[in-house]
């Protein structure tokens, strides 16, 4: 796994969830998963495409979710309420989109695609070119699960192939 494209990512859920929840927060666990993700509750799965493909899972517990998403809302909600889902969404969006911008500003071009909530029990298994990191962010009103399975795109793979037989 490249850590180059994995920074960003580990940075801007640093950021946004340090920013958002106004929290203390430390990064937990770092694990590899040869196997397939064990989603954790409500769960983000969010899809990109180009010079990067793969996939980043954001994920938090039931009632985490519900924690954060009272705190965004600034008031209590119940744990069936659509606007945790969504909460849990735009955390994803703004992980994402932090990260997307400095992967543009290195020059990476790729897709990112609207997150989707990710339902089943595991998730999409590693392949041979993608290995998984799984992170636990720990914050003061519980623990968000980041799952990271990216790698350079077929598109980049060439280009650097080429570069490199020159």
């Not at 203390?24 to 493909?53: C, F, H, P, Q």
């Not at 039931?62 to 309420?81: I, M, N, W, Y």
Request: charged fraction near 20%; charge should be negative.
């Amino acid at each position: 796994m490249k850590m180059e494209l994995i920074q960003p990512f580990i940075n801007a859920a640093d950021a946004v969830l340090a920013q958002g929840l106004q929290c203390s927060m430390s990064i937990g666990n770092l694990s590899m998963e040869a196997e397939a993700y064990r989603r954790k509750g409500i769960a983000a799965l969010i899809w990109v495409t180009g010079d990067i493909e793969g996939r980043i899972i954001l994920d938090l517990d039931p009632e985490t979710a519900v924690r954060v998403a009272s705190k965004f809302a600034g008031t209590e909600l119940p744990e069936t309420d659509s606007l945790v889902r969504e909460t849990v969404f735009e955390l994803a969006n703004q992980v994402i989109g932090n990260a997307v911008t400095v992967l543009n500003n290195e020059g990476f071009h790729f897709r990112v695609h609207p997150p989707v909530l990710h339902t089943s029990d595991d998730g999409p298994k590693s392949s041979e070119d993608t290995e998984a990191l799984v992170i636990c962010f720990e914050t003061g009103i519980g623990e968000v699960f980041m799952n990271i399975a990216l790698r350079y795109g077929q598109s980049h793979r060439s280009e650097h192939a080429a570069a490199v037989g020159q």
